[in-house]
């Protein structure tokens, strides 16, 4: 956090989403957002990724107006949804994971917004 509060980001929330197992900062700036995510548990799927990976990128998000549609589209397109359920985050927002595997190896999370 230190990094990022000399670059000016003060954490707009901090939140956790224990079916998720993170505590998540969100730290806005004009035109986005930076969201750090810390593991509540070594089992955590942030915890797991930490501990193969170490600390470092996770994933991009992409806001979305309309979840069920862009989730419907990007399964038309050939992405994997990583559950077929779509989740409750912070602030309440709506969000699915689309597989790295159907992406080119890159984790993307989709937001209604």
């Known amino acids: 956090m ?6 000016g980001l003060e954490p ?5 989403i ?5 505590r998540v900062a969100m730290l806005p700036f004009p035109g986005g957002r930076v969201e750090l995510l810390e ?4 089992e955590s799927p942030v915890g797991r990724f930490l501990a193969r990976r170490g600390p470092g990128l996770h ?12 989730a419907s ?3 038309a397109a050939g ?3 990583v559950s077929d359920r779509i989740q409750r985050g912070v602030g309440g927002h709506r969000y699915v994971f689309l597989h790295p595997a159907s992406t080119g190896g890159v984790l993307l999370e989709l937001v209604e917004g």
Do not use: C, F, K, M
Request: no cysteine; glycine share 2%; hydrophobic share 45%.
């Open 59 to 70: 994933h991009l998000a992409l806001q979305v107006s309309d979840i069920e549609a862009a």
């Open 12 to 16: 707009e929330a901090t939140e956790e």
């Open 79 to 81: 992405a994997r949804l």
């Open 73 to 75: 589209q990007a399964q």
């Open 2 to 7: 230190t990094l990022y509060r000399a670059l």
């Open 39 to 42: 593991a509540l548990t070594p």
């Open 18 to 22: 224990p079916h998720e197992g993170v």
